[in-house]
């Protein structure tokens, strides 16, 4: 959403042309250029080279070829001369490709006429706005808007004292401070529009804004990071039509509440910090036009009793804002309506239909809760309802609306065919995540603006003839995943269909084949075909597609046989795993940080040409044959890889040692493979370890202390390897805490239970009910750890980690002696396995304390005595295993222990009482 959002940012910038500097009513009588002026204008256009720009493509900007050695310059395109002194006074260079630095000396500034200068849409490749734009004494316009300038803007900006309009937005990498704005602010007292958006002015104190001209019709501040208070006297400006401060999310300040008189038609304040007091608003405001107020801070909450007020409004925005109940759909009645967004809010209920006079009779007699539109908008551009609880159908008049071009409505509970759309303005239309069913409607074929089709996770079938798609040249995005009754096999056989396409989504598709159409998809950066049922190799031409631009492919769950060489320049993302793939790991793209391959049939050893990857950031190749040894070299990849996995294949030979300062990993899990050795203690540098699993290997060492002050080490699993020797006590003051999974069983660990340790793995003591609320998971959005613990006496993988799961499992060891009475504190235990050891004396009662319990396995050690009472009030515990110990006397009857099986205390001679 927020790339589309950008985009259409950029669209409504872009389709309001600058008419300032229209072309010179040029005819004879016009005196020629001055000569000096012309090779100035042409220097200066030369010591740039032309390069592309796909958003001047993309809005058809004409390139400016009349600029020649020898003509009169007063009629080159964008050229404008003084009628009377033949001075070059304004140059309108927007969208002409330029690439290059403006250096200070550039012949630019010897035309000293200047009035008006347009400049925007180039790519001045990071050069800073020279101080010698400050030169031009008579200059009113100044446009530097999206040109990749960086750097401090100069001050002497402020010598510009005839300025009218200054727009330098969307230079973002480029700085404004408190100083400069300062003199800018004072100097400029004819200033009336003044655009900073996406510039950053995170150091600037708003109130340097405070005296700005009282001229001043437009001040655009849309995302500069400004924060602080907002000077209360710009809302007083007696001339200000439009105030936009969208997105800056630290910026406060007061709206005024009475004496308000203002001409403001539009009022831009989402994400921003002001309280919002929107009967006094409204009530105050009676030019608005355009009303933004996305994700803000409502003071008074019985909104939508004003709305129907609001009848001059054009756009309004009031998504995020947690509104419920119905929509608002009486603003649909302003005939002016051209942009309605709601998305994000608790709205319920049906979408309106349009009142047929007759039925308007009726309606207003039965029901007060089925509202209806009277007319259709017929101005409506953009509707945008996404992230509400609406259900029902959608209603006719959608499809009848000839201006509209953004529909957006997913993420709701609409049900109910796709109509047929009447005319074909769309540009955009997101349907995702409804109950939508039936076929995608023909009338597709003719939105031939269409740049975004987004049908997925809906109940769609039919066939998706591929015809459909012939006209619609200009559609770049095109996702139909998780429909899973859609047939898209003719579409995927088509050729010479979506020339334009750039980012396909056709997961959970049924799809047999990769889309034969992809041949021609020059520009395609993100591909989705994973859960699909393509088979064997992937065909040689694939290998071509997308080679430049690609950089997201998701083959994942299909049947893939072989790949080959990957040769995708600018690939980061790439999901290969869970197919069928065989023969050597494939190295991946240079550029890569997310490469799985996990799941799948791979042999042979893992190429050094892996340690070359130095962007990658998440590597899985769980789940193959690969064998020999782990590369020393891929130690080196840790200092910037979080996740490395290497669970269940044939590695033999030592871990790598070359864990260096500044190690990255999150994560390492080299579980079921034949590595020896000792562990590495270099592993101390990796202070952000969360997960370490060496399981089901044949490691060879004491147990490693030196773990003990990973301040973030949540899961350690040692199971199934050849550690021994005793746990003594720790050697820190703090040791392991935050540990919340320990295995250390089918080892060879002896002598006592380490009574320390448990006074001190303070993880395990929080008490969780009081954190129930929040299930989280271990992971983030492109790994979820997954380890294989064994839960009441069952192998599972948890393939997400809850973050709060607790288990303790030293079973299968030579552990001695008694149970220390401090393993009562672990209150978050969930699993606890102490059998097959020699442990001896009693049950401690202080595992009582244990109320989140879920199983308990003390078999087959010594113990003796009675089954302390107090474990009949662990109500969560499901699995008991007592069995195999010399315990006597009654077992305790009532609560939990009505629920185990004789089994759970066989084999203990002494024990009385069975059910
Ligand atoms: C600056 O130029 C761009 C491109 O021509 C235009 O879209 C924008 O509206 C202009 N800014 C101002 C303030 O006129
Ligand atoms: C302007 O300065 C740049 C870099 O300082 C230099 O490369 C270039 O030749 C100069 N151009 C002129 C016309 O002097
Ligand atoms: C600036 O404008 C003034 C008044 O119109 C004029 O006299 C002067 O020559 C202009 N200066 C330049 C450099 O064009
Ligand atoms: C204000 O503009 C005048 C005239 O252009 C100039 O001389 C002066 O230095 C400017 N002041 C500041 C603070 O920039
Ligand atoms: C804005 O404030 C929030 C807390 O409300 C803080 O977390 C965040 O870092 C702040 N952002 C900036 C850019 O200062
Ligand atoms: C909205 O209109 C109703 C009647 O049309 C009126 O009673 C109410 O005061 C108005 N509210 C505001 C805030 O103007
Ligand atoms: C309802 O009647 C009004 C005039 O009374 C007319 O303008 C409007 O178009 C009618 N609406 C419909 C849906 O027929």
């Known amino acids: 959403m927020e790339r589309l959002l950008l985009l259409l940012i950029c669209f409504l910038f872009l389709s309001q042309p600058n008419n300032s500097s229209s072309s010179l009513s040029f005819n004879s009588s016009t005196p020629l250029c001055h000569s000096h002026q012309s090779s100035s204008l042409l220097h200066f256009r030369?010591?740039?080279?032309?390069?592309?720009?796909?958003?001047?493509?993309?809005?058809?900007?004409?390139?400016?070829?009349?600029?020649?050695?020898?003509?009169?310059?007063?009629?080159?395109?964008?050229?404008?001369?003084?009628?009377?002194?033949?001075?070059?006074?304004?140059?309108?260079?927007?969208?002409?490709?330029?690439?290059?630095?403006?250096?200070?000396?550039?012949?630019?500034?010897?035309?000293?006429?200047?009035?008006?200068?347009?400049?925007?849409?180039?790519?001045?490749?990071?050069?800073?706005?020279?101080?010698?734009?400050?030169?031009?004494?008579?200059?009113?316009?100044?446009?530097?808007?999206?040109?990749?300038?960086?750097?401090?803007?100069?001050?002497?900006?402020?010598?510009?004292?005839?300025?009218?309009?200054?727009?330098?937005?969307?230079?973002?990498?480029?700085?404004?401070?408190?100083?400069?704005?300062?003199?800018?602010?004072?100097?400029?007292?004819?200033?009336?529009?003044?655009?900073?958006?996406?510039?950053?002015?995170?150091?600037?104190?708003?109130?340097?804004?405070?005296?700005?001209?009282?001229?001043?019709?437009?001040?655009?501040?849309?995302?500069?990071?400004?924060?602080?208070?907002?000077?209360?006297?710009?809302?007083?400006?007696?001339?200000?039509?439009?105030?936009?401060?969208?997105?800056?999310?630290?910026?406060?300040?007061?709206?005024?509440?009475?004496?308000?008189?203002?001409?403001?038609?539009?009022?831009?304040?989402?994400?921003?910090?002001?309280?919002?007091?929107?009967?006094?608003?409204?009530?105050?405001?009676?030019?608005?036009?355009?009303?933004?107020?996305?994700?803000?801070?409502?003071?008074?909450?019985?909104?939508?009793?004003?709305?129907?007020?609001?009848?001059?409004?054009?756009?309004?925005?009031?998504?995020?804002?947690?509104?419920?109940?119905?929509?608002?759909?009486?603003?649909?009645?302003?005939?002016?309506?051209?942009?309605?967004?709601?998305?994000?809010?608790?709205?319920?209920?049906?979408?309106?239909?349009?009142?047929?006079?007759?039925?308007?009779?009726?309606?207003?007699?039965?029901?007060?809760?089925?509202?209806?539109?009277?007319?259709?908008?017929?101005?409506?551009?953009?509707?945008?309802?996404?992230?509400?609880?609406?259900?029902?159908?959608?209603?006719?008049?959608?499809?009848?609306?000839?201006?509209?071009?953004?529909?957006?409505?997913?993420?709701?509970?609409?049900?109910?065919?796709?109509?047929?759309?009447?005319?074909?303005?769309?540009?955009?239309?997101?349907?995702?995540?409804?109950?939508?069913?039936?076929?995608?409607?023909?009338?597709?074929?003719?939105?031939?603006?269409?740049?975004?089709?987004?049908?997925?996770?809906?109940?769609?079938?039919?066939?998706?003839?591929?015809?459909?798609?012939?006209?619609?040249?200009?559609?770049?995005?095109?996702?139909?995943?998780?429909?899973?009754?859609?047939?898209?096999?003719?579409?995927?056989?088509?050729?010479?269909?979506?020339?334009?396409?750039?980012?396909?989504?056709?997961?959970?598709?049924?799809?047999?084949?990769?889309?034969?159409?992809?041949?021609?998809?020059?520009?395609?950066?993100?591909?989705?075909?994973?859960?699909?049922?393509?088979?064997?190799?992937?065909p040689k031409w694939f290998l071509e597609v997308g080679k430049d631009s690609l950089y997201n492919l998701n083959l994942s769950y299909n049947f893939l046989t072989s790949i080959g060489h990957l040769p995708w320049k600018h690939m980061d993302i790439l999901d290969l795993h869970s197919n069928m793939l065989q023969g050597p790991l494939p190295v991946p793209p240079l550029g890569v940080s997310f490469f799985s391959v996990s799941r799948n049939n791979l042999i042979g050893e893992i190429p050094l040409l892996i340690c070359n990857l130095s962007s990658l950031l998440y590597l899985d190749l769980a789940y193959n044959h690969l064998s020999n040894m782990i590369p020393p070299c891929l130690g080196n990849l840790s200092n910037h890889l979080i996740d490395f996995d290497l669970k269940s294949n044939s590695l033999h030979g030592t871990i790598p040692s070359t864990f260096a300062k500044g190690c990255y990993l999150k994560s390492l899990k080299l579980n079921g493979n034949k590595l020896e050795g000792s562990l590495p203690q270099s592993l101390v540098h990796c202070r952000k370890l969360e997960v370490l699993d060496f399981g089901n290997n044949k490691i060879n060492s004491t147990f490693p202390h030196w773990l003990e002050t990973l301040p973030e080490l949540r899961v350690l699993i040692l199971r199934s390897n050849n550690f021994h020797g005793t746990l003594g006590n720790p050697k820190t003051k703090f040791p392991f805490p935050n540990l919340r999974i320990i295995d250390l069983s089918h080892n060879e660990f002896y002598g006592h239970l380490p009574t320390n340790l448990f006074n001190y793995l303070k993880a395990m003591m929080m008490n969780v009910s009081a954190n129930k609320g929040e299930l989280k998971y271990m992971g983030d959005n492109y790994y979820q750890d997954s380890v294989i613990v064994v839960m009441k006496g069952l192998f599972f993988e948890l393939v997400k980690i809850q973050s709060l799961f607790t288990t303790i499992d030293f079973s299968n060891n030579n552990f001695k002696g008694e149970i220390p009475k401090s393993i009562g504190e672990l209150g978050s235990l969930k699993g606890l396995n102490f059998s097959h050891n020699n442990l001896t004396g009693c049950m401690p009662p202080s595992l009582g304390k244990l109320t989140n319990l879920e199983w308990l396995d003390l078999s087959s050690n010594k113990l003796i005595g009675e089954i302390p009472i107090q474990l009949a009030d662990l109500t969560s515990l499901e699995v008991l295993n007592l069995s195999e110990n010399y315990l006597f006397g009654q077992i305790p009857r009532g609560k939990q222990f009505n629920t185990f099986m004789n089994d759970s205390y066989k084999e203990n001679r002494g024990l009385c009482g069975f059910q």
């Not at 964008?78 to 550039?106: E, K, Y």
């Not at 007759?358 to 009277?374: C, D």
């Not at 047999?512 to 021609?520: D, R, S, V």
């Open 46 to 538: 030369n010591s740039f080279s032309v390069g592309q720009s796909l958003i001047c493509d993309l809005y058809s900007y004409p390139p400016k070829n009349s600029w020649k050695m020898g003509t009169d310059c007063c009629g080159w395109d964008g050229v404008t001369c003084d009628t009377m002194s033949g001075h070059v006074i304004a140059v309108d260079l927007s969208c002409s490709r330029l690439q290059g630095p403006i250096h200070p000396n550039t012949t630019l500034f010897s035309l000293r006429h200047l009035q008006r200068l347009n400049l925007a849409l180039n790519n001045f490749g990071g050069s800073a706005i020279s101080s010698k734009f400050g030169g031009f004494a008579n200059m009113t316009h100044l446009n530097l808007t999206r040109s990749s300038f960086i750097g401090n803007f100069p001050s002497e900006i402020s010598h510009l004292s005839k300025l009218v309009s200054l727009d330098l937005s969307w230079n973002y990498m480029m700085r404004i401070e408190t100083p400069s704005l300062k003199r800018l602010v004072q100097n400029l007292t004819h200033l009336t529009e003044l655009v900073l958006d996406y510039v950053n002015m995170s150091s600037v104190s708003p109130n340097s804004f405070m005296n700005l001209s009282s001229s001043l019709t437009s001040l655009r501040l849309y995302y500069c990071g400004l924060k602080g208070r907002f000077p209360d006297n710009i809302f007083h400006l007696p001339n200000l039509q439009l105030l936009d401060v969208r997105y800056n999310y630290n910026l406060t300040g007061s709206l005024p509440t009475y004496n308000w008189s203002t001409p403001l038609k539009s009022l831009r304040l989402s994400e921003a910090e002001f309280p919002i007091n929107l009967p006094n608003l409204i009530s105050n405001l009676k030019s608005l036009k355009e009303l933004y107020l996305s994700n803000c801070n409502f003071i008074v909450s019985s909104y939508p009793t004003f709305l129907p007020n609001l009848t001059q409004i054009t756009s309004l925005d009031l998504s995020y804002n947690n509104f419920g109940g119905q929509c608002p759909w009486s603003l649909l009645n302003n005939a002016g309506l051209t942009y309605l967004r709601l998305s994000g809010n608790n709205f319920i209920g049906q979408l309106p239909d349009l009142s047929t006079n007759q039925t308007q009779v009726s309606s207003s007699n039965s029901s007060s809760n089925s509202q209806s539109v009277s007319q259709i908008p017929s101005n409506l551009v953009s509707l945008k309802l996404y992230d509400n609880l609406l259900n029902g159908t959608i209603p006719s008049w959608l499809y009848d609306i000839p201006s509209l071009q953004y529909l957006i409505l997913a993420n709701n509970q609409l049900t109910g065919h796709i109509g047929e759309f009447l005319h074909n303005s769309l540009v955009a239309l997101w349907l995702n995540n409804n109950k939508l069913h039936g076929p995608l409607p023909l009338s597709i074929s003719k939105l031939v603006s269409l740049r975004y089709l987004v049908v997925s996770f809906n109940n769609l079938s039919g066939n998706v003839e591929s015809k459909i798609f012939f006209r619609l040249k200009n559609l770049s995005y095109l996702d139909m995943s998780n429909n899973p009754l859609l047939s898209l096999s003719s579409f995927t056989f088509a050729t010479n269909i979506l020339p334009n396409i750039v980012q396909l989504q056709l997961s959970s598709s049924n799809i047999t084949e990769i889309p034969h159409f992809l041949q021609t998809a020059e520009n395609i950066e993100y591909l989705d075909l994973s859960k699909n049922q393509i088979k064997g190799n992937i």
